[in-house]
């Protein structure tokens, strides 16, 4: 009788640690590593503070004039009625009226500019295509002003083809970008 | 005299009396009192560890529900807004930065042409194509003679900075004479460059040798 009660104590025993001791064991190792992510993140709390407060003094410096022109060289958006606007200020200079423009957004995987380092792809591109007629001594005038606008441009396509009268019905594509 | 014999070989006398108690029952029970002290002992350190790992574990949620609470104050603190601001202008600072790196233009083509065109060559079409392969330059144009084509298509085999694989094909004579030609080339990428176009205009760099004016009016 004795020796069964001790046979019992062992089988609890061993029930206990398997049941709710072994398992209980592995979760506190998970709860460990939680908790010490917890308080490493709590512990960069301070110093990230400080940081921000360096980097919003340094923000502070900065004119507000100069972030809004930042702004105009990588919207928010892509902003197509402004683009217009903006391309027909430019050839609205030199007498030039855009004929039609059309915006294509492209997918994020076929940027084909440069990929930032530890930013890569903050930035998304549109394909902007329109067409006009003017003389080649405008179209170039309005190309300069085109590749130097504050938003920045790049051309893809011209294509254009002289004619008698001296005015050309040119095609331009430019790909534009924004900060997603 | 009556001769004494032993009638059993069973030895008369005392017996068990004579036999110590303890003899063979002494180790068993010694057996089975560390079997219990054991056994005892196992139950009661299985119970004490799962007690401990038990409060443990509850230590270690109530130590997380507090640190989420402290985690969320630091948040607060830290005025995700303002963070927010601040990641948005440096990710705006460093993209423009790439982008001006590789913004291209392709006036420098046109400055190109203006200056090295012979006034016996004119070109009619024009098409820049920026494809994922490269920048690819296509123009017909016509020349007055097979002269005046060899010395237009030498200004483009000395301009080695800024044309390569300069193919000029589709050679035919119209009726006035003029040779009708199609010139295709790969424009190079570092002559499109903008950063190099700023980074030289107090340098400029060297322009193959003026020979005329525009040509591609008519």
Known sequence: MKSSSNIALIVLAIGLFFSFTSPAYQEIKTLQASAGEYRSVIDNASHIAETRDALLVNYESIPKVEIDRLSKVLPDNIDAVRLALDLDTIAGRYGVAIKDLQVETKPNQNLTLAVLPDHSQSYQSATVTFSFVSNYSNFAKLLTDLEKSLRIMDVKSVIFKAAETGLYEHRVTVSTYWLK | ?218
Do not use: C
């Open chain 2, 1 to 218: 005299m009556q001769p004494q014999f032993q009638s059993s070989f069973i030895p008369k006398g005392p017996t068990s009396s004579s036999i110590p108690s303890g003899g063979m029952n002494m180790p068993r029970r010694k057996q089975m009192d560390l079997f219990s002290f054991a056994a005892s002992a196992l139950f009661t350190l299985s119970i004490v560890l799962a007690g401990g790992v038990f409060l443990y574990q509850l230590f270690l949620n109530y130590s997380i529900s507090q640190m989420k609470g402290e985690l969320e104050s630091a948040r607060a603190a830290l005025e995700p807004e303002t963070v927010n601001t601040l990641i948005r202008l440096n990710s705006r600072l460093v993209s423009t930065e790439s982008l001006i790196k590789n913004h291209q233009i392709i006036t420098p083509i046109f400055d190109f042409l203006e200056i090295s065109t012979p006034k016996t060559v004119r070109y009619t079409d024009f098409n820049f194509n920026n494809t994922t392969k490269g920048p690819e330059l296509i123009i017909q144009g016509q020349a007055v003679s097979y002269a005046a084509l060899a010395a237009a298509a030498e200004t483009f085999d000395k301009a080695d900075t800024y044309f390569a694989s300069t193919v000029f094909s589709d050679l035919k004579l119209d009726d006035k004479g003029n040779v009708i030609f199609t010139l295709r080339t790969q424009v190079k990428p570092a002559a499109l460059s903008y950063e190099r176009t700023v980074k030289t205009i107090e340098a400029p760099a060297v322009i193959p040798e003026a020979t005329t004016t525009v040509t591609t009016t008519p």
